[in-house]
């Protein structure tokens, strides 16, 4: 962390980045929220450690607008959704300096409460295999690092940096699960068994849009869901098919340009495993129409905004059963 | 008095303009029947239905949304119909994946010199929905018994 700091300062003092998109401590050790720093004296507030799992790349698009270049850190997994937001010209990579972070998984303090941790004031960032010493009110406690961390970096992508100007820090795969499982599993359900699963799920949505807010790949200026036409953005719920409306079409303008970050599964309040929407469009894009990873590469033509003239037929669901 | 309880659905169909729109005209100009159930919505193309229109047609009380385009290779705006391929495609699979019946939902490819076409898979379709009974699971669940 310190290296993170250090290298910031030297950055921000010759004047070469007008300001510092980093992850600044909160109120609690796990409240880590994304910042600006504008100063090298604001780097004080600086942090990296295991709670640091917000994707920065989305801040890009206002940063880009503003004068100066910005030094941005970003995971490896945060790179897929900067080049995806470079591809859709929402980034102008030019005012990036991106400074690529090692990540060795990052944790969920939901997890590490599960545990019956309570209380929590400080946590190591040890590597993924090891054992996390948790400080805490009542004496330091111990839980496997795999157990605390997020769901996604069990299905990790990798940890190379798709695009950067340096990296500091070093990686560890965490990667120890098939990414479509879950996905694989809900398909084998029986449709009121698929049915009574989201209805369970999709029940608990406060509609707080915290999913679509933290999205690097919802980008819009205008949001369909912000219009007052749309049911969701009453808060009320008066149709039991709101929920589905709203994260069917959530996922739908994602698709073929989700990353798979799992930013919007880690920010809901509410627990709803948001990441099963977009998996399941990634795995029957990546059935149908070739295997595809966004944000992979700048300035690939997505697969929804392509087509090939033998491709399969609508039909090709019923079908498959 | 009884009340008529045969089970009638609403069936919402989108119509591109330049096909199945001019196919449905053929087919009532060829005095080919099918059934009243059907409601015609006339689209540009069948690239200008939005998933959202589907699902808002479900919300607002349709048993079973069918969408009808030119045949692959004859869009009139040359490729309009195959990226509706495949958002309907992505679309359905996601829906069988909710678990609502995907038998609700379907893409046929009818040209305006098909009216035949057009009448019996307008047939087939209505008769697929009187078999799955009323849509529950997509519809606004208030005040119905």
């Given at each position: 962390?310190?290296?993170?700091?250090?290298?910031?300062?030297?950055?921000?003092?010759s004047?070469?980045?007008?300001?510092?998109?980093?992850?600044?401590?909160?109120?609690?050790?796990?409240?880590?929220?994304?910042?600006?720093?504008?100063?090298?004296?604001?780097?004080?507030?600086?942090?990296?450690?295991?709670?640091?799992?917000?994707?920065?790349?989305?801040?890009?698009?206002?940063?880009?607008?503003?004068?100066?270049?910005?030094?941005?850190?970003?995971?490896?997994?945060?790179?897929?959704?900067?080049?995806?937001?470079?591809?859709?010209?929402?980034?102008?990579?030019?005012?990036?300096?991106?400074?690529?972070?090692?990540?060795?998984?990052?944790?969920?303090?939901?997890?590490?409460?599960?545990?019956?941790?309570?209380?929590?004031?400080?946590a190591?960032?040890?590597?993924?295999?090891?054992?996390?010493?948790?400080?805490?009110?009542?004496?330091?406690?111990?839980?496997?690092?795999?157990?605390?961390?997020?769901?996604?970096?069990?299905?990790?992508?990798?940890?190379?940096?798709?695009?950067?100007?340096?990296?500091?820090?070093?990686?560890?795969?965490?990667?120890?699960?098939d990414?479509?499982?879950?996905?694989?599993?809900?398909?084998?359900?029986?449709?009121?068994?698929?049915?009574?699963?989201?209805?369970?799920?999709?029940?608990?949505?406060?509609?707080?849009?915290?999913?679509?807010?933290?999205?690097?790949?919802?980008?819009?200026?205008?949001?369909?869901?912000?219009?007052?036409?749309?049911?969701?953005?009453?808060?009320?719920?008066?149709?039991?098919?709101?929920?589905?409306?709203?994260?069917?079409?959530?996922?739908?303008?994602?698709?073929?340009r989700?990353?798979?970050?799992?930013?919007?599964?880690?920010?809901?309040?509410?627990?709803?495993?948001?990441?099963?929407f977009?998996?399941?469009?990634i795995?029957?894009?990546?059935?149908?129409?070739?295997?595809?990873?966004?944000?992979?590469?700048?300035?690939?033509?997505?697969?929804?905004?392509?087509?090939?003239?033998?491709?399969?037929?609508?039909?090709?669901?019923?079908?498959?059963? | 008095?009884?009340?008529?309880?045969?089970?009638?659905?609403?069936?919402?169909?989108?119509?591109?303009?330049w096909?199945?729109?001019?196919?449905?005209?053929?087919?009532?100009?060829?005095?080919?029947?099918?059934?009243?159930?059907?409601?015609?919505?006339?689209?540009?193309?069948?690239?200008?239905?939005?998933?959202?229109?589907?699902?808002?047609?479900?919300?607002?009380?349709?048993?079973?949304?069918?969408?009808?385009?030119?045949?692959?290779?004859?869009?009139?705006?040359?490729?309009?119909?195959?990226?509706?391929?495949r958002?309907?495609?992505?679309?359905?699979?996601?829906?069988?994946?909710?678990?609502?019946?995907?038998?609700?939902?379907?893409?046929e490819?009818?040209?305006?010199a098909?009216?035949?076409?057009?009448?019996?898979?307008?047939?087939?379709?209505?008769?697929?929905?009187?078999?799955?009974?009323?849509?529950?699971?997509?519809?606004?669940?208030?005040?119905?018994?």
């Amino acid at each position: 962390m310190q290296r993170l700091i250090d290298r910031a300062k030297a950055l921000l003092e010759s004047g070469e980045v007008a300001r510092v998109l980093g992850w600044r401590k909160g109120e609690n050790v796990w409240d880590v929220e994304p910042a600006f720093f504008a100063s090298p004296e604001e780097l004080s507030d600086f942090v990296y450690n295991g709670f640091c799992g917000a994707n920065l790349s989305k801040y890009m698009i206002e940063a880009s607008k503003l004068e100066g270049k910005t030094l941005v850190f970003l995971k490896p997994c945060d790179t897929y959704s900067f080049n995806q937001l470079t591809t859709e010209h929402r980034v102008d990579r030019e005012t990036a300096y991106i400074v690529g972070v090692g990540c060795k998984g990052k944790l969920k303090i939901e997890n590490i409460d599960a545990k019956g941790i309570l209380d929590v004031q400080g946590a190591g960032y040890p590597d993924a295999s090891e054992i996390l010493t948790v400080k805490t009110l009542y004496g330091d406690k111990e839980v496997s690092y795999k157990d605390a961390m997020l769901e996604r970096c069990h299905v990790c992508k990798g940890k190379e940096h798709m695009v950067y100007d340096e990296l500091i820090g070093e990686s560890v795969d965490t990667c120890d699960g098939d990414r479509f499982a879950e996905v694989a599993k809900i398909e084998a359900m029986s449709p009121e068994e698929k049915f009574a699963y989201f209805q369970s799920e999709l029940s608990k949505c406060i509609r707080c849009n915290a999913c679509r807010n933290v999205c690097p790949a919802c980008s819009c200026r205008k949001c369909v869901f912000d219009s007052n036409k749309f049911d969701s953005a009453q808060k009320a719920n008066t149709i039991s098919f709101e929920e589905k409306m709203f994260h069917i079409i959530r996922a739908f303008h994602v698709a073929g340009r989700c990353t798979d970050c799992g930013e919007c599964s880690r920010v809901c309040p509410q627990g709803i495993p948001l990441h099963l929407f977009n998996r399941k469009f990634i795995k029957d894009i990546d059935s149908l129409y070739g295997t595809w990873q966004a944000g992979a590469e700048v300035d690939a033509r997505g697969p929804l905004t392509n087509f090939r003239t033998d491709d399969a037929e609508p039909s090709i669901v019923t079908k498959r059963g | 008095m009884s009340m008529n309880t045969e089970f009638r659905p609403t069936i919402v169909a989108f119509c591109c303009n330049w096909c199945s729109y001019a196919g449905a005209d053929l087919a009532g100009s060829s005095r080919l029947a099918y059934p009243a159930d059907v409601k015609i919505i006339r689209v540009p193309c069948s690239c200008r239905v939005n998933p959202m229109f589907i699902l808002r047609a479900f919300e607002k009380g349709a048993d079973g949304v069918i969408l009808c385009g030119c045949h692959p290779g004859d869009c009139h705006y040359s490729t309009g119909n195959y990226y509706a391929r495949r958002r309907m495609t992505l679309l359905f699979s996601m829906l069988d994946y909710l678990g609502v019946e995907n038998g609700r939902t379907r893409v046929e490819w009818v040209s305006a010199a098909e009216g035949v076409k057009f009448s019996e898979t307008m047939n087939s379709f209505v008769e697929k929905i009187r078999s799955l009974g009323p849509n529950v699971r997509l519809g606004d669940l208030r005040c119905k018994d």
